[in-house]
């Protein structure tokens, strides 16, 4: 194994990497046999702990919102300074996602994504302000792509009306395109920020076939996934200068 830094003309000892994220770098993926979620032990993090020394720190937490786990960072962080350490920042998946059950019962009313889209950008803007304020490097994320027609089929398994729902959303194929702009908006803070930003989504989409990277309910990466964001996340690493220490 090897102990990572970052290069800046001269080299800078990483000594943490802290995560907040959601279910995905959580580990959570869905157990087709016992029909029900879990956390998978060869996750992306675990995968990726074998291959660096610096230890991570994984605050994430199934369900979480941008607005939710920044809001924790802040208070896990306080004072402490994030000086030698990366805060890497992966959430959007939950907060681009409607409450299903209220578009069911009212597919013609106005209804908004737990986190409307301004508020996401605001928020993924205010990460990167604190963590370098800190003295931390921010890390953001794009999104893992999701099998629409297999989320359709998830969020209506239980039944709630196809039908409804896709009064109000035209086709299915609207939820992809929605989680696919969270995704473009963690792309544009980045770059507006000059920020780092590892790349899943264009990751996860370099296989012609995405579907064999997802679970059941077309939102989790699989164990196929998992190995997928481990592997680059460490060609991001060697990409932008963590170079090994010896």
């Given at each position: 194994m090897v102990q990572y830094c970052r290069v800046w003309g001269e080299s800078m000892k990483i000594e943490t990497i802290r995560v907040w994220g959601d279910s995905i770098l959580k580990g959570i993926v869905f157990d087709p046999a016992r029909k029900r979620y879990t956390i998978i032990k060869d996750n992306a993090l675990s995968l990726l702990s074998e291959k660096v020394m610096t230890p991570i720190l994984n605050f994430s937490r199934m369900g979480a919102t941008a607005p939710e786990a920044l809001r924790a960072m802040r208070e896990k962080v306080a004072e402490t300074s994030l000086e030698n350490q990366i805060v890497v920042f992966e959430l959007g998946g939950n907060d681009c996602d409607f409450d299903w059950k209220a578009v069911a019962d009212a597919p013609e009313a106005e209804h908004q994504p737990k986190t409307p889209v301004d508020v996401f950008a605001g928020v993924l803007r205010e990460f990167v302000a604190f963590v370098s304020q800190a003295g931390g490097t921010p890390v953001l994320c794009t999104l893992p792509p999701i099998d629409c027609k297999r989320y359709f089929a998830w969020i209506t398994r239980d039944g709630l009306s196809r039908e409804r729902i896709l009064r109000f959303l035209g086709a299915p194929e609207r939820i992809y395109r929605w989680q696919e702009y969270y995704s473009t908006v963690a792309l544009r803070v980045a770059a507006k920020t000059n920020s780092l930003c590892l790349p899943l989504r264009e990751a996860f989409l370099e296989r012609v076939r995405g579907e064999d990277v997802l679970c059941e309910d077309g939102?989790?990466?699989?164990?196929?996934?998992?190995?997928?964001?481990?592997?680059?996340?460490?060609?991001?690493?060697?990409?932008?200068g963590f170079s090994p220490c010896i």
């Open positions: 939102i989790h990466p699989n164990a196929l996934g998992h190995r997928i964001i481990a592997e680059t996340a460490m060609r991001e690493m060697v990409k932008y």
